[in-house]
């Protein structure tokens, strides 16, 4: 089936400091991906929508300065927290579309535990 | 604009009982609807999804769920609970066509006791 790979699953970094999360899609093309920031106990919020080759689409409320989406390609994307600070530590997944109908399915990585301190 | 609301956000059950959990949904057209189960520290993996065929819909690891568009419920079951069921549930709606995005319930937390 389609995997789609995160990657690290965990990182810890000193406030002031970038963070590159990759999300890559193993065995089919991704032309959309969707980014997604969890809290502890709480739901995935989507942050952005990211488009291969064009500018990604930014939820209302999230920074686009402060998370760099980029889609260079059709098997990546990669967030980028940027100067991150303790208040950006959380959980945060990718996700892509399966399927070449409407309601295909959605793929999601394993997670990023992002731990700013 | 699409919501689904999870009615309980812990749900306890015996080893062996049925499993339930609520989802309603609000959608402004004809749905798609997902659940999707999360272990601890880990992404979503998806259990079934409708997608308008038929309205009881099977998953993996024994569950299914019913779509019911005169309660707009999309209720998730499974006759016979196992420990390794516990985890956190997720109930999505998408509104379909293209990459639409999904919305996410502010899921259920599966509770197995021995």
């Known amino acids: 089936g389609a995997v789609v790979s995160q990657h690290p699953s965990w990182v810890i970094c000193k406030s002031g400091t970038s963070v590159k999360i990759e999300c890559r899609s193993l065995?089919?093309?991704?032309?959309?991906m969707f980014w997604y920031r969890q809290f502890p106990k709480q739901s995935l919020m989507l942050m952005a929508t990211?488009?291969?080759?064009?500018?990604?689409?930014?939820e209302q409320g999230v920074e686009k300065d402060k998370f760099l989406i980029n889609h260079a390609s059709l098997t990546l994307s990669t967030l980028t927290v940027t100067s991150a600070h303790p208040e950006d530590s959380s959980f945060y997944i990718c996700s892509a579309r399966t399927g070449t109908h409407a309601g295909g399915g959605y793929t999601f990585g394993s997670g990023t535990r992002l731990t700013v301190v | 604009a699409q919501s689904v609301t999870q009615l309980g956000s812990h749900v306890s059950v015996s080893e062996g009982a049925l499993v339930l959990l609520r989802c309603n949904y609000s959608s402004s057209v004809p749905p798609y609807l997902f659940w999707y189960v999360q272990y601890p520290n880990q992404g979503l993996q998806l259990l079934l999804k409708?997608?308008?065929?038929?309205?009881l819909v099977k998953g993996i690891n024994g569950f299914e769920a019913e779509f019911k568009k005169s309660e707009t419920s999309f209720h998730l079951t499974k006759p016979s609970a196992h420990m390794s069921d516990a985890a956190e549930y997720f109930c999505a709606v998408s509104e379909g066509g293209g990459y639409q995005k999904v919305t996410f319930g502010t899921g259920t937390k599966l509770q197995v006791i021995p």
């Open positions: 990211s488009n291969e080759g064009s500018k990604a689409t930014y």
């Open positions: 409708y997608t308008s065929a038929a309205t």
């Open positions: 065995d089919f093309q991704a032309t959309t």
